[in-house]
């Protein structure tokens, strides 16, 4: 049997049974799944998810979606996607060290992520 792509999120899951629901539509249950699924959508080359679980109050939200998917996919596929660390989580953020190289240089970095539930599903509001 071949192996199952393991989740890029880290969670030592498939992605089958770990991202990849919320990537087809279920609305990520908490700020730490929705955080894990983008990381997992810009892994992928996702770029409509990560719009889709943008809020429209974010500084990252671009009224322009065809220069805005552009530019995600840009990113996603000029980096490489090493891992991800969840440091710590609150009823509305997550902190996480997100494990990234772009060639031969590290341009991983940590983030405090804030997020907001609009309508039953989490979205993403900032990071700093
Ligand atoms: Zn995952």
Not at 1 to 21: D, F, I, N, Q, V
Request: proline share 10%; aromatic share 10%.
């Amino acid at each position: 049997m071949p192996t199952p792509l393991p989740c890029p999120c880290g969670s030592g899951k498939p992605y089958a049974g770990c991202c990849r629901p919320y990537h087809t539509g279920k609305p990520a249950p908490t700020p730490e799944a929705l955080m894990r699924s983008r990381y997992s959508a810009y892994a992928l080359d996702k770029p409509d998810y990560i719009m889709h679980t943008t809020h429209p109050r974010s500084p990252h939200w671009q009224p322009d979606r065809t220069a805005w998917r552009a530019d995600l996919s840009a990113f996603s596929t000029g980096v490489r996607f090493v891992g991800l660390r969840v440091l710590a989580t609150t009823e509305n953020t997550v902190t996480f060290r997100a494990i990234l190289m772009q060639g031969t240089r590290d341009v991983s970095f940590t983030e405090r992520s804030t997020f907001e539930r609009v309508d039953g599903r989490w979205l993403y509001v900032s990071g700093a």
